[in-house]
T-cell receptor, first 112, second 118 residues
Framework: GESVGLHLPTLSVQEGDNSIINCAYS??????FIWYKQESGKGPQFIID?????DKRQGQRVTVLLNKTVKHLSLQIAATQPGDSAVYFC???????????FGTGTRLTIIP | NAGVMQNPRHLVRRRGQEARLRCSPM?????VYWYRQLPEEGLKFMVY????????ESGMPKERFSAEFPKEGPSILRIQQVVRGDSAAYFC????????????????FGAGSRLTVL
């Protein structure tokens, strides 16, 4: 079936460095993608989203890149901070349909 | 706005007992989504409800699981005759309209209810 998956389950980054978290999706019909951050014991928190008619969107210290040709999504976090340590999920759906399909997640650890 | 409220935060049940998880969406919202998260995994869609209606239950197990969202009160996810495999975190979400980045409606999640079946 269609699925969203991640290349790396864990990632450790030195504080202050940039991090890149990757995600592969297989549903070519997906046209809306979201990154969520989940801290231990909490629910997923929206970080940034992107529609398929774009290939890049920037937020505060975060950038999402979308490559539809290879069905690849990435989240870049600049100047990482200890508070960035969490599990990051990509999710996808068809725009207007809020039922999301989540990937497995990548655990990001920021090393002080 | 208190956000999406879920209770209990932690629930322990013995095999064969019933579990009831409650969710109050964001104020003024009438749609809720329930997701299940097994340890070290992503969230899996279970059911989407509006007030007094089940819109999409394609992710709900066929037996023992049910959900409702009455006209008054919170949405309830009910698991009958729990088994150890039901141990998971159950998250409820409601829609927040117009994300700051794309304008899309974004699911906003509660803190979850963690069910442990002994």
């Amino acid at each position: 079936g269609e699925s969203v998956g991640l290349h790396l389950p864990t990632l450790s980054v030195q504080e202050g460095d940039n991090s890149i978290i990757n995600c592969a999706y297989s549903n070519s019909a997906s046209d809306y993608f979201i990154w969520y951050k989940q801290e231990s014991g909490k629910g997923p928190q929206f970080i940034i989203d992107i529609r398929s008619n774009m290939d890049k969107r920037q937020g505060q210290r975060v950038t999402v890149l979308l490559n539809k040709t290879v069905k690849h999504l990435s989240l870049q976090i600049a100047a990482t901070q200890p508070g960035d340590s969490a599990v990051y999920f990509c999710a996808e759906n068809n725009f207007g349909n809020e039922k999301l399909t989540f990937g497995t997640g990548t655990r990001l650890t920021i090393i002080p | 706005n208190a956000g999406v409220m879920q209770n209990p935060r932690h629930l322990v049940r013995r095999r064969g007992q019933e579990a009831r998880l409650r969710c109050s969406p964001m104020k003024g919202h009438s749609h809720v989504y329930w997701y299940r998260q097994l340890p070290e995994e992503g969230l899996k869609f279970m059911v989407y409800l509006q007030k007094e209606n089940i819109i999409d239950e394609s992710g709900m197990p066929k037996e023992r699981f049910s959900a409702e969202f009455p006209k008054e009160g919170p949405s309830i996810l009910r698991i009958q005759q729990v088994v150890r495999g039901d141990s998971a975190a159950y998250f409820c979400a409601s829609l927040e309209t117009g994300s700051p980045s794309s304008g899309a409606n974004v699911l906003t999640f509660g803190a979850g209810s963690r069910l442990t079946v002994l």
